[in-house]
Every structure is written in structure tokens, then in C-alpha cells.
């Protein structure tokens, strides 16, 4: 694995960062009625996507859950246009005729936000068929959720992975519950990166609350699924701080569990680590913060003041 | 006593088979379970073994024999020092004749030929590139695919036997040998995770052409078709497009009963993002396959196991196609306008026949071609002729193809209607396995005449 350099540390805890302040911005909004439906945050689990982010190509593809908009931002997609989607507006990712389950950036090989638990992953598969039929040497990255993992279409589709040999990477995000449902209540079987040994793709488990395992455990498997050896699963052990969604008061889990994973926050670990290695000062980072904060800020005035999309768009794009 | 062996039905659409090959000759003895003949069906080659025993005292076809229509005497076993007491007395026509009328098999399969009569319409027959013979619609689907893929290599099929098997009716007969296994790829029996892998490799540029073995197995994958192929173009503010096509036999076939034999026209039309087109010709699956494959938007193009076997002439141009969205005006008429697609519309071109013969009614008939989106205009300009309109479609009454246009006759046409527009569907029950009763349950001619002189207020 390449060595990290100083400005990788600051890039991981500027996206990290970003993802946070963007994340609670989206709450403050919906809060005001600017966000509407469903709207599911990433706090607490931003250490999955911007550990994997450090070892993609830009030409891999990605696709993802509902719980997408820290997966936008990782991806280096704007977060004006991101929350402009999640308000609804002309000027997001899908001129707001998708929402916040539904975002995608074709040209960013972006392939969603999908809003169907589980659907992502023959999508995501299909995919990495592509890049294997076009003879490229790019990989998917696709994620699933744990609540996912006990899903049909999901087996399915790691069988058609294994049996065609497809470049796809596949990260469960394991946050412990699939809306109010504790794993260990929905799934027989609690090591979910097994589930793939049946059909002979090799699993394991990482640390998702620090970023460096994630980093670790994404480039050994990065790199043996672009060697053309087929699908690889990584389980990735999370935790999310709010609920499911907005609305989801999560009463079905303890104060004590979230303030235990609070203990070993993911952003905090990566500033820790920059502190430590003497990779920048208190006051270099106090400046990020204040950088980010604004940054996001910005966006969510942004959105808030991009037009709602005009009537006729009612009618456009449903057929090309 | 001699024993006929007779030509098999060895599947449930086929009414006749070819004799590939001989495993006995005279004079050989036979025991039940020896392989006695080589049978080349609609769908595939079969071994034929004997259930009676004896030697065989003749064969009444010879090798390579084609057309031999189902329960046809093909060979005669039996003691050779008897007699051949039923040659002389009773001609194997005869014995046939009587067989006929014990069992009433040939009843079935004399009801799917009655089915099926093809002149071609009008438009076919003013066509300069008509090809010199008729191929089946079967050979008319494979012929266009293969060309598609010559053109363009991001054009590929995927699907259950749709390639070392040939595909489970032979409609990707050849293409493995042509295309290799990269671009013809035979996939487990996982409809809901091949569609999803199918629908991801369309997001992504390529152009897939997925087989159901028949769409009642595309409600395994409905939520990828619809929430995923159909949707994403609108959701992604129309970066992302999905064209594939999604094929495969649609509706009844022949006593497969109620979990075969579903009609899904109606189901699938009401999705926007989706097209939808049912071909009744080897001429318009053609033209309308090609459309389709073209097409940057997901497909779904519905067969008919049934009509696999229809010959007709066709367009044989590599650049040939019918657009999308376009009805054909099948036979012109005056009096009422019959509205139909995919099978039925031989069943009414039938109904056509007798309506003028034994009433005088001059029909219309309007072969839709494509469902989504609708030729309303056609329909629309035909009832201002007619002011009388029947449709004809093999699905469930309920919400059926024929229900939205009833609704949009009503509100666009309802000053020129001399009478109430009257809809004829299959039984709205789930389709039984009985002969009798799946006659019972699909449209027939009788039904679409009776539907007729409804709306022309004959008794």
C-alpha cells in the first residue's frame, strides 16, 4: 500500500469534515420545512466512504443506498448542486426530480442513490460488467447496507459476480440497524461478510469507525478485484448517530450505545492523528473547520435560493 | 396385433414435427424404452423411445421427412407372422380419423392452425424489399437481432438457454456460434438479479437484449424493470438513460395453465419510461425488434409462443423498421373498427372473414403494433369512420389495453359513437389447465362476432 502523504491526512479530514457540517445543515433545513420526504443523514459513518474515496480511480464506478449524500460529496461532486437536490431545485444533481434517495452524476460515474433496498446491487454489478465487457480495467464499487444483506437480489447477484468474474468491490456498510431493526434480529448469521463464501468471494470485517482500517482493507481488495479475480465484500463495521431518517426518533437503541460510539468519533481519530504526526497545527485546523463551515453555509443558501424547477419540466426526461 | 407408433407432440405448442432420423428398420425387434427415431420439433431435436414391443413390420415416412403433423402414424410394430390386417382393411387415414374423434386431441391442435391465417395486409404487400419466402416469426426475431449485433458490439442477450440451448424456443437460434460467449451469455435462474446486472450494464452504455424464457418470469424482476429501468432517466434529471430490451413470449401458449400463461400488455403499458410493443407478424417483429433494439429507452417487447411458428414474408433490408408508436391499418373498412394486437389479431382477421360473409359488415382492423405510447390517432380516425368499436386482446378485462382506449374514444371521439364501445378479453380468472376450459377462457372468433353485432345492433 502507498504511504500516506501529509496532504492525504488533510484531504481525508476536509471531506470527513464536510460530510458532518453538510449533514447537519440538511437536518437544520428540514427542520425549517426546506427538505421534504424522506431524508437519511451519514453522520457517524464518514469514515467508510472517505476511506475507500483514498484508493479510487476516478474512472472506477460507484453506486449506492438511499443514504447517499456523504457518498456525493466523497465523490468530489459540489455541494451547492447536492443540497439544491435535496431542496428540490433546478439546480440539483437531478434538476430536483430526484431527491435525496435518487442523485446521480453520470459524468462523475455516479450511479445513485437508489431508494429500493437492495436493488443497487445487480445495478452496481451490471456495471462492473460493463467495465470487464469494454475491457477496462475499472472496478464498482458498491455498497449495501446491512438491512440489505437479507435481501434475494443480493445473492443473486454476488452468484453472477462470482460466476462471471466481475470487477466489483462490495462494502457493507453495517451501521447495526436496517431502520429500527437490530442486525441481530433480522439476520441469521451475524458475520455478513461470510455471506459471500458460498459462492467463493473472500470477505472480511473492518473497523468502519477508523478510517485508516478502512483505507487498509480497501486497497487489498481494490487491488484484487481489479486484477480480474472477481468480486471481494468488505464488512464495514459503523455506526450512524441519528436515526434512520429525519423522522426516526430511534427509541429502539440505548443513549449509552451511541455516546460509546461517540467515544471513538471517526473525525476525531483522523484529527487526533494530524495532531500527533505534527501534520498540521490546532490553528490549521480550526481554519478548515471555519472554511468548511462556511462552504457549506454557502450551499445551503444556495439551494435555498435556486428556482423550483418550472412547470413544464413536469413532462421532460421521461423519455430520452 | 400390430401397434401404430405415432408422431409425438413433444411439446405443448407443437403441431408437427420433421423425421431427422431413423434408429430402427424393418425387421428390427423392439423393446419398450429403444430409441426407435430422431424427432426435430418447434423447439428443439428429440429421441423418441417405443412404448409398445414387436418388430417393426414398416416405416411410413423417410428420413428427413418434414411436417408430419402430430399423432400421425410414423412407423408399424407388431408380429410378423400376423398379418398386416389394419393396413388392408382399415387405411391408417382412417385409423387416424377414428383416433381423432376417440381422444379429440387433434381438436387442439386443429384450433391452433384455425388460429393463425395470414394474408398480408396491404401495406406488406405494397413493399418493394419483400424477401421471395416467408420465414417464421421466430426466424424473422433471431434474423434481426443478429443483424443488430453485426452493426453494433455493445448490442448483446442475455437470458435463460439463450445460448448452449438455443434458446428455450430457438429465437436465439445460431447466435453463440456467431457472437461468442461474451455477447450471448446464458445466465442462471435468477430473473431478479440478472435484470438488475442487465439494467446497471444499460446505465452504463451498453445495449442489452434480455430474454424471458416467457414474462411470466419477468415478475420476479418487476422492481428492477420499473423502479430502476423505467425511472432513472426521470430521477437523475435525464443523465441516465436505460436502453435495453426486455423480450420474451407473452400471454397464453398451450395448456401451461394459470401461472404460464399471464398476459402482461396492460400491466407494463401503464408505466411511463417504459415502451411497450407486441408484434402479430415475422414482418412487424422485425421492423419493430429493430426499433426496438435501436431504441434509447428500456423496451419491453412482447411475443407470443404461438405465433413463433407464423411464416410471412419480411422486410429482408438490414436497415429496415417500423417506428415506434405507429399502428397498422390492417384491413380497411366501413362499418366498425376492430381494435387488436400480437395474436388476436388473427383471430380477427377470422372474425373479419365471417363478419362480411355471414352479415355484411365491412371491419376494420387496427393492429396496434406498439402499446406505449398509444396511435390514438389512428383509433380515433377510424371510429369517426366507423362510429362503431370493438377491442380484442388476450388479457384480463380489468384495467386492460382495451379499457384506456374505451376511456379515450369516449372523451375524443364520443359524438361519432352510434354505439357503446364494447371490450372483448380473456375470462377474468386465473387460466385453467383443461382444453375445454382455456378455449372457454380465451377470445375466440365466435366471442370478437358476437362483440361485433353487438355494436352493430344485429340480433
Same mark, same amino acid.
Given at each position: 500500500? #502507498?504511504?500516506?502523504?501529509?496532504?492525504?491526512?488533510? #484531504?481525508?479530514?476536509?471531506?470527513?469534515?464536510?460530510?458532518?457540517?453538510?449533514?447537519?445543515?440538511?437536518?437544520?433545513?428540514?427542520?425549517?420545512?426546506?427538505?421534504?420526504?424522506?431524508?437519511?443523514?451519514?453522520?457517524?459513518?464518514?469514515?467508510?466512504?472517505?476511506?475507500?474515496?483514498?484508493?479510487?480511480?476516478?474512472?472506477?464506478?460507484?453506486?449506492?443506498?438511499?443514504?447517499?449524500?456523504?457518498?456525493?460529496?466523497?465523490?468530489?461532486?459540489?455541494?451547492?448542486?447536492?443540497?439544491?437536490?435535496?431542496?428540490?431545485?433546478?439546480?440539483?444533481?437531478?434538476?430536483? #426530480?430526484?431527491?435525496?434517495?435518487?442523485?446521480?452524476?453520470?459524468?462523475?460515474?455516479?450511479?445513485?442513490?437508489?431508494?429500493?433496498?437492495?436493488?443497487?446491487?445487480?445495478?452496481?454489478?451490471?456495471?462492473?460488467?460493463?467495465?470487464?465487457?469494454?475491457?477496462?480495467?475499472?472496478?464498482?464499487?458498491?455498497?449495501?447496507?446491512?438491512?440489505?444483506?437479507?435481501?434475494?437480489?443480493?445473492?443473486?447477484?454476488?452468484?453472477?459476480?462470482?460466476?462471471?468474474?466481475?470487477?466489483?468491490?462490495?462494502?457493507?456498510?453495517?451501521?447495526?440497524?436496517?431502520?429500527?431493526?437490530? &442486525?441481530?434480529?433480522?439476520?441469521?448469521?451475524?458475520?455478513?461478510?461470510?455471506?459471500?463464501?458460498?459462492?467463493?468471494?473472500?470477505?472480511?470485517?473492518?473497523?468502519?469507525?477508523? &478510517?485508516?482500517?478502512?483505507?487498509?482493507?480497501?486497497?487489498?481488495?481494490?487491488?484484487?478485484?481489479?486484477?480480474?479475480?472477481?468480486?471481494?465484500?468488505?464488512?464495514?463495521?459503523?455506526?450512524?448517530?441519528?436515526?434512520?431518517?429525519?423522522?426516526?426518533?430511534?427509541?429502539?437503541?440505548?443513549?449509552?450505545?451511541?455516546?460509546?460510539?461517540?467515544?471513538?468519533?471517526?473525525?476525531?481519530?483522523?484529527?487526533?492523528?494530524?495532531? #500527533?504526526?505534527?501534520?498540521?497545527?490546532?490553528?490549521?485546523?480550526?481554519?478548515?473547520?471555519?472554511?468548511?463551515?462556511?462552504?457549506?453555509?454557502?450551499?445551503?443558501?444556495?439551494?435555498?435560493?435556486?428556482?423550483?424547477?418550472?412547470?413544464?419540466?413536469?413532462?421532460?426526461? &421521461?423519455?430520452? | 396385433?400390430?401397434?401404430?407408433?405415432?408422431?409425438?407432440?413433444?411439446?405443448?405448442?407443437?403441431?408437427?414435427?420433421?423425421? !431427422?432420423?431413423?434408429?430402427?428398420?424393418?425387421?428390427?425387434?423392439?423393446?419398450?424404452?429403444?430409441?426407435?427415431?430422431?424427432?426435430?420439433?418447434?423447439?428443439?431435436?428429440?429421441?423418441?423411445?417405443?412404448?409398445?414391443?414387436?418388430?417393426?413390420?414398416?416405416?411410413?415416412?423417410?428420413?428427413?421427412?418434414?411436417?408430419?403433423?402430430?399423432?400421425?402414424?410414423?412407423? %408399424?410394430?407388431?408380429?410378423?407372422?400376423?398379418?398386416?390386417?389394419?393396413?388392408?382393411?382399415?387405411? %391408417?387415414?382412417?385409423?387416424?380419423?377414428?383416433?381423432?374423434?376417440?381422444?379429440?386431441?387433434?381438436?387442439?391442435?386443429?384450433?391452433?392452425?384455425?388460429? %393463425?391465417?395470414?394474408?398480408?395486409?396491404?401495406?406488406?404487400?405494397?413493399?418493394?424489399?419483400?424477401?421471395?419466402?416467408?420465414?417464421?416469426?421466430?426466424?424473422?426475431?433471431?434474423?434481426?437481432?443478429?443483424?443488430?449485433?453485426? +452493426?453494433?458490439?455493445?448490442?448483446? @442477450?442475455?437470458?435463460?438457454?439463450?445460448?448452449?440451448?438455443?434458446?428455450?424456443?430457438?429465437?436465439?437460434?445460431?447466435?453463440?456460434?456467431?457472437?461468442?460467449?461474451?455477447?450471448?451469455?446464458?445466465?442462471?435462474?435468477?430473473? /431478479?438479479?440478472?435484470?438488475?446486472?442487465?439494467?446497471?450494464?444499460?446505465?452504463?452504455?451498453?445495449? $442489452?437484449?434480455?430474454?424471458?424464457?416467457?414474462?411470466?418470469?419477468?415478475?420476479?424482476?418487476?422492481?428492477?424493470?420499473?423502479? !430502476?429501468?423505467?425511472?432513472?432517466?426521470?430521477?437523475?434529471?435525464?443523465?441516465? *438513460?436505460?436502453?435495453?430490451?426486455?423480450?420474451? $413470449?407473452?400471454?397464453?401458449?398451450?395448456?401451461?395453465?394459470?401461472? /404460464?400463461?399471464?398476459?402482461?400488455?396492460?400491466?407494463?403499458?401503464?408505466?411511463?419510461?417504459? +415502451?411497450? @410493443?407486441?408484434?402479430?407478424?415475422?414482418?412487424?417483429?422485425?421492423?419493430?425488434?429493430?426499433?426496438?433494439?435501436?431504441?434509447?429507452?428500456?423496451?419491453?417487447?412482447?411475443?407470443?409462443?404461438?405465433?413463433?411458428?407464423?411464416?410471412?414474408?419480411?422486410?429482408?433490408?438490414?436497415?429496415?423498421?417500423?417506428?415506434?408508436?405507429?399502428?397498422?391499418?390492417?384491413?380497411?373498412? *366501413?362499418?366498425?373498427?376492430?381494435? =387488436?394486437?400480437?395474436?388476436?389479431?388473427?383471430?380477427?382477421?377470422?372474425?373479419?372473414?365471417?363478419?362480411?360473409?355471414?352479415?355484411?359488415?365491412?371491419?376494420?382492423? @387496427?393492429?396496434?403494433?406498439?402499446?406505449?405510447?398509444?396511435?390514438?390517432? =389512428?383509433?380515433?380516425?377510424?371510429?369517426?369512420?366507423?362510429?362503431?368499436?370493438?377491442?380484442?386482446?388476450?388479457?384480463?378485462?380489468?384495467?386492460?389495453?382495451?379499457?384506456?382506449?374505451?376511456?379515450?374514444?369516449?372523451?375524443?371521439?364520443?359524438?361519432?359513437?352510434?354505439? $357503446?364501445?364494447?371490450?372483448?378479453?380473456?375470462?377474468?380468472?386465473?387460466?385453467?389447465?383443461?382444453?375445454?376450459?382455456?378455449?372457454?377462457?380465451?377470445?375466440?372468433?365466435?366471442?370478437?362476432?358476437?362483440?361485433?353485432?353487438?355494436?352493430?345492433?344485429? +340480433?
Amino acid at each position: 500500500m #502507498k504511504k500516506l502523504q501529509k496532504a492525504d491526512y488533510i #484531504k481525508m479530514y476536509s471531506f470527513m469534515l464536510k460530510i458532518r457540517r453538510f449533514e447537519e445543515r440538511a437536518a437544520q433545513l428540514y427542520g425549517m420545512g426546506k427538505i421534504g420526504g424522506f431524508c437519511h443523514l451519514y453522520i457517524g459513518q464518514e469514515a467508510v466512504v472517505v476511506g475507500i474515496l483514498m484508493t479510487i480511480d476516478k474512472n472506477d464506478s460507484v453506486v449506492t443506498t438511499y443514504r447517499d449524500h456523504g457518498h456525493m460529496i466523497a465523490r468530489g461532486l459540489d455541494p451547492k448542486r447536492i443540497m439544491a437536490e435535496l431542496t428540490g431545485r433546478e439546480d440539483g444533481y437531478s434538476a430536483g #426530480k430526484g431527491g435525496s434517495m435518487h442523485m446521480f452524476s453520470k459524468e462523475n460515474n455516479f450511479y445513485g442513490g437508489h431508494g429500493i433496498v437492495g436493488a443497487q446491487v445487480p445495478i452496481g454489478t451490471g456495471i462492473a460488467f460493463t467495465h470487464k465487457y469494454n475491457g477496462e480495467k475499472n472496478i464498482c464499487r458498491t455498497y449495501i447496507g446491512d438491512g440489505a444483506m437479507n435481501n434475494g437480489q443480493v445473492f443473486e447477484a454476488f452468484n453472477l459476480a462470482a460466476l462471471w468474474k466481475l470487477p466489483v468491490l462490495y462494502i457493507i456498510e453495517n451501521n447495526k440497524y436496517g431502520m429500527g431493526t437490530s &442486525v441481530d434480529r433480522a439476520a441469521a448469521g451475524l458475520d455478513l461478510y461470510k455471506r459471500g463464501e458460498a459462492f467463493g468471494i473472500p470477505g472480511e470485517k473492518v473497523d468502519g469507525m477508523n &478510517v485508516f482500517s478502512v483505507i487498509e482493507a480497501a486497497d487489498k481488495a481494490g487491488k484484487y478485484v481489479r486484477e480480474g479475480n472477481g468480486p471481494y465484500i468488505i464488512e464495514v463495521q459503523t455506526y450512524r448517530y441519528r436515526g434512520h431518517s429525519m423522522s426516526d426518533p430511534a427509541k429502539y437503541r440505548t443513549k449509552e450505545e451511541l455516546d460509546n460510539y461517540k467515544q471513538t468519533d471517526p473525525i476525531e481519530i483522523v484529527k487526533a492523528e494530524i495532531l #500527533k504526526k505534527k501534520i498540521a497545527t490546532n490553528d490549521e485546523i480550526e481554519k478548515i473547520n471555519k472554511d468548511t463551515l462556511e462552504e457549506i453555509k454557502n450551499a445551503a443558501e444556495f439551494a435555498t435560493n435556486s428556482p423550483f424547477p418550472k412547470d413544464s419540466e413536469l413532462y421532460t426526461d &421521461v423519455y430520452l | 396385433m400390430s401397434t401404430e407408433i405415432l408422431m409425438p407432440a413433444l411439446s405443448p405448442t407443437m403441431t408437427e414435427g420433421n423425421l !431427422s432420423k431413423w434408429l430402427i428398420k424393418k425387421g428390427d425387434t423392439v423393446k419398450a424404452g429403444d430409441l426407435i427415431a430422431e424427432i426435430e420439433t418447434d423447439k428443439a431435436t428429440m429421441e423418441v423411445e417405443a412404448v409398445d414391443e414387436g418388430v417393426v413390420l414398416d416405416l411410413l415416412f423417410k428420413e428427413g421427412e418434414a411436417n408430419i403433423p402430430v399423432n400421425k402414424a410414423i412407423a %408399424i410394430i407388431g408380429d410378423p407372422n400376423e398379418k398386416v390386417e389394419v393396413k388392408k382393411e382399415s387405411p %391408417i387415414e382412417k385409423v387416424i380419423e377414428e383416433k381423432k374423434i376417440e381422444k379429440n386431441i387433434e381438436t387442439k391442435v386443429e384450433n391452433k392452425k384455425a388460429d %393463425i391465417i395470414d394474408t398480408p395486409s396491404p401495406k406488406i404487400e405494397e413493399d418493394r424489399n419483400l424477401s421471395s419466402e416467408e420465414i417464421t416469426m421466430r426466424q424473422a426475431l433471431r434474423d434481426t437481432m443478429a443483424e443488430e449485433m453485426r +452493426k453494433d458490439n455493445k448490442v448483446f @442477450i442475455l437470458g435463460e438457454e439463450v445460448a448452449e440451448y438455443q434458446g428455450a424456443y430457438k429465437v436465439t437460434q445460431g447466435l453463440l456460434q456467431e457472437f461468442g460467449k461474451e455477447r450471448v451469455l446464458d445466465t442462471p435462474i435468477s430473473e /431478479h438479479g440478472f435484470t438488475g446486472l442487465a439494467v446497471g450494464a444499460a446505465f452504463k452504455g451498453l445495449r $442489452p437484449i434480455l430474454e424471458f424464457m416467457t414474462f411470466n418470469f419477468s415478475m420476479q424482476a418487476i422492481d428492477q424493470i420499473i423502479n !430502476s429501468a423505467a425511472k432513472t432517466l426521470y430521477m437523475s434529471g435525464g443523465q441516465i *438513460n436505460c436502453p435495453i430490451v426486455f423480450r420474451g $413470449p407473452n400471454g397464453a401458449a398451450a395448456q401451461v395453465a394459470a401461472q /404460464h400463461s399471464q398476459d402482461f400488455s396492460s400491466w407494463y403499458s401503464q408505466v411511463p419510461g417504459l +415502451k411497450v @410493443i407486441a408484434p402479430s407478424t415475422p414482418y412487424n417483429a422485425k421492423g419493430l425488434l429493430r426499433s426496438a433494439i435501436s431504441d434509447p429507452n428500456p423496451v419491453i417487447f412482447l411475443e407470443n409462443e404461438i405465433l413463433y411458428g407464423l411464416k410471412g414474408l419480411v422486410n429482408n433490408d438490414i436497415n429496415f423498421s417500423i417506428p415506434i408508436g405507429k399502428a397498422n391499418i390492417e384491413k380497411e373498412g *366501413n362499418d366498425l373498427t376492430i381494435v =387488436t394486437y400480437s395474436i388476436m389479431l388473427q383471430k380477427s382477421k377470422e372474425a373479419a372473414l365471417r363478419l362480411k360473409e355471414e352479415y355484411n359488415l365491412d371491419a376494420e382492423i @387496427i393492429d396496434l403494433q406498439t402499446l406505449r405510447p398509444l396511435d390514438t390517432e =389512428t383509433i380515433l380516425n377510424s371510429v369517426k369512420k366507423t362510429n362503431r368499436l370493438i377491442t380484442v386482446e388476450e388479457s384480463w378485462p380489468f384495467g386492460s389495453v382495451g379499457s384506456e382506449i374505451a376511456n379515450i374514444v369516449q372523451r375524443d371521439a364520443f359524438d361519432y359513437l352510434d354505439s $357503446p364501445v364494447i371490450k372483448v378479453n380473456s375470462a377474468d380468472v386465473p387460466m385453467p389447465y383443461a382444453l375445454s376450459l382455456e378455449k372457454l377462457y380465451l377470445p375466440q372468433v365466435d366471442d370478437i362476432i358476437n362483440a361485433a353485432k353487438k355494436v352493430s345492433y344485429i +340480433k
